[in-house]
């Protein structure tokens, strides 16, 4: 209740000063500061739930949360948006719902539910006073673990793409796909082959 007595006298002064031209610069940085990794987050946690969650998504939660954490947190500046461990921390959860047979999207909405629980549990015994317990060593101990898990999946990825996509040698066999092309019967015609039905092609495997 402090909190909101102090900031009350204060609260319309933070949006009216801002409508100024001399402001036109931060709307527009901090616009796209928000949109930038909301959108590379987005995509990247496409890839790693099967687009359960993807940009679109993102996109939405960080215009939701945004206003309303800008109306009611008293801090509009405050950048919101997706980040490293949220990606990482994403990509275990729904590794975790694959492998134990688990809905992804209903997991995390009780996630959300219990964050949302012991957030307000903590705000209301002002449980923010130990931050100042929290030393740099535990901030890069944290950071380091991101690190270690991004290095991780980038050399997961590279081995993955040569198992899928194997490099074609000279006198390589066995190779899982094959690949040819075919000349067109005019020289100078050309033919959408993805056109004609699949019944019309007298020999399907000179079709790619």
């Not at 009611?72 to 694959?98: H, K, M």
């Not at 688990?102 to 012991?118: E, H, P």
């Amino acid at each position: 209740m402090n909190d909101i007595k102090r900031k009350v006298p204060w609260y319309w002064s933070d949006f009216k000063d801002a409508l100024a031209l001399q402001c036109l610069a931060s709307f527009i940085f901090l616009y796209f500061a928000c949109l930038t990794p909301i959108i590379t987050f987005g995509g990247l946690l496409g890839q790693a739930t099967e687009n359960r969650m993807a940009a679109i998504e993102s996109l939405c939660s960080g215009c939701v949360c945004g206003i309303m954490y800008a109306l009611f947190s008293g801090q509009p500046l405050t950048l919101l948006s997706s980040t490293g461990p949220v990606l990482v921390f994403e990509t275990i959860v729904y590794s975790f719902c694959t492998d134990n047979g688990l809905d992804y999207l209903s997991l995390r909405v009780w996630i959300g539910v219990w964050t949302g629980f012991i957030l307000i549990v903590l705000v209301a015994t002002d449980a923010s006073a130990f931050v100042c317990y929290i030393t740099r060593f535990t901030e890069e101990n944290f950071a380091c673990l991101i690190s270690l898990i991004f290095i991780y999946k980038a050399i997961e990825n590279i081995f993955q793409i040569a198992i899928d996509y194997p490099i074609s040698s000279p006198g390589l066999e066995n190779l899982n796909y094959t690949c040819f092309c075919s000349p067109p019967v005019n020289g100078s015609a050309f033919y959408n082959f993805s056109a004609l039905p699949l019944e019309n092609c007298t020999d399907r495997k000179s079709v790619v």
